[in-house]
């Protein structure tokens, strides 16, 4: 998936939990909790959407990797399946806490 | 038109879910009325079968407007009168008789919601003819007279889509005053008292990590879960928390109501309740708080949700204070105010470390309780909170 198309999956999470955000006015590197107006289960439920869309479930120790929305759009770069195409019913999928940590630290 | 809380004065039926001679059991949704909280869903809490639908939607009247009749199971057989399933207001001079009501208005009969309006209108009900019982002058009679006259609802912001696509359509402005109306009242009659402690929540958090290291995410806790389940679980013990002033008198709930301040995208605030915490499980806590937080979102909040909260929690040191103080929503006596979750150097035993730290606050009612028994109350919920566990 190329990064287009991963910055439209995430922006699509966070319109879904914060619908009267405008996506031209998101700062791609500054914090999306403060722009967005996004509390703890706001976040979660972006988490919720993301692990739908994307196939990634974002485990709680990664969550300070995806502060601003250019991080977010890396650490799902680094992170989804990249040669085996990913099937939206796959809720089984996650992703190797180890190659998370390894590829962003 | 049930009253949702201090704050409302009336309210919008944008529809019926009912017909006459529906049968329904108590919590059963009977409509949607559209209020300054949002669109919500308006139970009944008798068991009974609906006799009259007094109301056509769309329309708005004043909290105490008899919306519908209904018999009541119990008293079927008995065959008594209908009676109304919402109470009026006893503030609206909603008790006057009818005698007493023609003297005010100058000998017309006319309903409680077409005197208010014809109030705040400034329309002569003098020169209408009703078309209520006796000739009393009803709301319908109003603009059936002034069909240009603008709806109650455009004059009051509060601006319903009867087509019923867009639910939560609000008014700012509106809710806002709302919200000035309750906590003037709140502070011009609650004489507050404010204690805070903070309180080391890193056991807490070293619990939630581990628990939700082996979820996913739709199944994962927030620590305002713990920090519910907490408080549900130390309230019996301080039961001069939990409760309603009313009338001078303060009747302690044997159930752990608790609202939770929601921030409403747009603006404004809803406080539905999550009923009695202190039967939920941890997890279960969890999953009320995302259904009510949604539903506070999208709309179909449920009447009940936003009438009988016994306490309040606001939370929203989550966006980045350190102590939060709550005013009081009345008639309940104490709101516990959670800030911003810090990294903090502590002492522990003479040894520098460091903790996460929340400083939690409570405001309570001095005519209930004394600093004394709200120190308590934090102090348990101290201690609770290092047992995660057992919540």
Known sequence: MNITAIRKMIVAAILEVAPEINESEIDADAELREQCDIDSMDFLNVITVLKKSSGVSIPERDYGNLETLNQAIDYLKNNMPSDTPYSRCDHNYTVDNGVAKSSLN | MPSLGADMEEGTLTEWQVQVGDELKAGDTIAVIETNKGAIDME???????????????????????????????EAEAGPEPKPESEPEPEQDMNLDHKAEREIIGRVPSSPAARLMAQREHINLSSMKGSGPHGAVLLRDLYLAEPHRKSHSEVLGLTPDPTGSRENTVDVGKIRSAIARVMEKSKREIPHYYLTKDINISIAQEFLCTVNAEREPEHRLLLLAVLLRAIAKVLPEHPQMNGYYQHGIFEASHHAHIGNAI???GGGVVVPAIHSVEQLSLDQTMEALRDVI????????????????????SSIGDRGVDTVFGVIYPPQVAIIGVGKPQQKIILVDDEITTGLMITVTLSADHRVSDGFSGANFLNALDTQLQHPEKL
């Open chain 2, 294 to 313: 949604g539903r506070s979102r999208s709309g179909h909040l449920r009447s009940s949700e936003l009438t009988d909260a016994t306490v309040t929690v």
């Open chain 2, 263 to 265: 921030t409403l995208r």
């Open chain 2, 44 to 74: 009944v809490f008798d068991s009974g079968v609906i006799t009259e639908l007094c109301l056509e939607p769309v329309v708005t009247v004043p909290v105490g407007t008899v919306m519908a009749t209904m018999t009541l199971s119990a």
